[in-house]
């Protein structure tokens, strides 16, 4: 626990392009080494790719896919008398984003397509589809929750 109190939240700068803040926040989680620009970049490739070959409003494409992916529930460990169970807890909306934003950009970089901003469209219209990578970790996260249901009791 923090000696000091909370942390306190900081405050996101929404994408110059778009005024997003959801779009500002991926960026900065998709930056590597402070290049900013290059995420950026990736990121606006994606989204205008979507454009082009869905004909959809990309913003809403990126929101759906982000909604997709968000989890409702997780397991916590929970230490209790010797033995550490894995203890199913709601999610708050905070976590919710960042997890979801962290998934998407693991699974993105993990595909095989040849840039990375096809691998962003590709993991983009998976997650919008309900299949993909990031689909693929939250279905497991809440069937690991599902599994460990017994334990919810221990919940504090």
């Avoid at 626990?1 to 900065?28: Q, Y």
């Avoid at 950009?105 to 993909?132: P, Q, W």
């Amino acid at each position: 626990m923090p000696r000091k109190g909370r942390a306190t939240r900081r405050k996101v700068t929404a994408d110059p392009k778009h005024g997003d803040l959801l779009v500002g926040k991926f960026i900065n989680s998709l930056m590597y080494h402070g290049k900013k620009s290059k995420a950026e970049a990736i990121l606006y490739g994606a989204l205008d790719k979507i454009k082009e070959e869905t004909g959809k409003d990309s913003l809403e494409f990126f929101h759906e896919a982000v909604d997709n992916i968000k989890p409702n529930v997780e397991v916590r460990p929970r230490r209790v008398g010797g033995a550490t169970y894995q203890v199913p807890m709601e999610v708050t909306s905070y976590r919710k984003q960042s997890l979801a934003l962290r998934w998407l950009i693991v699974a993105t970089r993990s595909r095989s397509e040849r840039s990375m901003v096809e691998k962003l469209y590709s993991e983009l219209t998976d997650a919008v589809n309900n299949r993909g990578g990031a689909i693929k970790k939250k279905e497991d996260t809440h069937r690991m929750a599902e599994a460990n249901r017994a334990f919810a009791h221990y919940r504090w």
